[in-house]
């Protein structure tokens, strides 16, 4: 029979615990697993930790930004805004909710867009969510820029990175 350690429930137990921390993290991004999987391979030639390295990349994705910064109610919806070209980064439209921010990129909601009723409406929403410090916002011009990347502290508690890391590292 199975003698000692193994296969035993601990590596099992391990296994799904690891697998939950990075669908949970891919479910609250609304990220396919092949591009999750991309973003954690650039997180491993990144400087520093890897773990905290792709939660970075996870949140400096442009449907996150525009989420973050209460321009939309949710991610899913944030995506929708971005993917139907109502934002503008650094100037130029765009359409990719996938695209990743760095410090110093501009976001603003797109002049033609800036006149519908939703975005109209969206300033009085926007002001009462607040908007992380590594994020500027200007409600007025419904723009925003990134001051810098998010410190761990102000990134979702309940993502565990590690889990994540160790799902990965041990393929």
Do not use: C
């Not at 949970?24 to 092949?34: N, S, T």
Request: glycine content about 10%.
């Amino acid at each position: 029979g199975r003698g000692g350690k193994g296969m035993g429930t601990g590596r099992a137990s391990d296994f799904a615990r690891q697998l939950r921390a990075k669908q949970k993290a891919r479910r609250i991004y609304g990220v396919l697993e092949r591009q999750f999987r991309r973003y954690y391979d650039t997180a491993i030639t990144r400087r520093g930790l890897t773990g905290l390295n792709l939660l970075q990349i996870l949140e400096s994705r442009l449907d996150n930004v525009v989420f973050r910064l209460g321009f939309a109610s949710s991610r899913a919806q944030a995506r929708l805004l971005v993917t139907h070209g109502h934002f503008t980064v650094n100037d130029r439209r765009t359409d990719v909710p996938s695209m990743l921010l760095g410090e110093g990129d501009t976001i603003a909601v797109r002049e033609g867009s800036g006149k519908l009723s939703y975005f109209k409406e969206l300033s009085a929403f926007a002001e009462k969510r607040t908007s992380p410090s590594w994020l500027n916002r200007d409600l007025k011009s419904m723009s925003g820029s990134v001051a810098r990347m998010p410190e761990r502290t102000e990134i979702d508690g309940s993502l565990d990175e590690q889990l994540i890391v160790e799902y990965y590292s041990r393929r």
